[in-house]
């Protein structure tokens, strides 16, 4: 019997940096086939495998288990911090192959939304607020936002077929 979606999940972190006072890095967490977004705004090294933790709580508390990760190939995907956040979550993990961004073309199209709607749509007077905004931004592309690949539905109307969603 099922207990849960069982699904893996793509990590990765835009390229460049975020003008406007000062970068920051937002690594972005996404399920697989569902355009479900999770990320943070950090200037830390540790935070990738942080959001990798968030999300994979998150996804729980909505049913899924994660069983594997597929990342991009830098640093913070080959830190030992993201190492131990796998081997304690349980997770598999893979890396894209070098210099191919089409493995991760939904996470790259996200970051270029992410870059159109968020960071480039309005200046920011520090980083904090910023970094305030993202949380409200990530809400409305989640779960209000319409995308065109998926009936203009948001992609939390993907999120079915786990326990308690059916009866």
């Not at 893979?94 to 709607?117: C, I, M, V």
Request: aromatic share 8%.
């Amino acid at each position: 019997m099922r207990t849960g979606a069982r699904r893996m999940i793509g990590a990765s972190t835009p390229g460049g940096s975020i003008p406007t006072a000062g970068t920051t890095t937002t690594p972005t967490v996404q399920r697989r086939r569902q355009r479900q977004r999770s990320g943070a705004a950090t200037e830390d090294d540790g935070a990738s495998a942080r959001v990798l933790q968030r999300a994979v709580a998150w996804f729980a508390d909505h049913g899924v288990t994660v069983e594997r990760v597929l990342s991009a190939n830098g640093s913070a995907y080959r830190s030992y911090a993201w190492r131990d956040a796998c081997a304690e979550l349980g997770i598999k993990h893979k890396r894209t192959r070098p210099y191919r961004p089409q493995t991760n073309g939904k996470l790259e199209r996200f970051h270029r939304t992410l870059g159109e709607e968020w960071v480039y749509a309005r200046f920011y007077d520090s980083n904090a607020h910023r970094h305030a905004e993202l949380r409200r931004w990530l809400h409305h592309y989640n779960h209000h936002r319409p995308h065109s690949a998926i009936e203009n539905k948001p992609p939390i109307s993907r999120l079915t077929n786990v326990p308690g969603h059916h009866t």
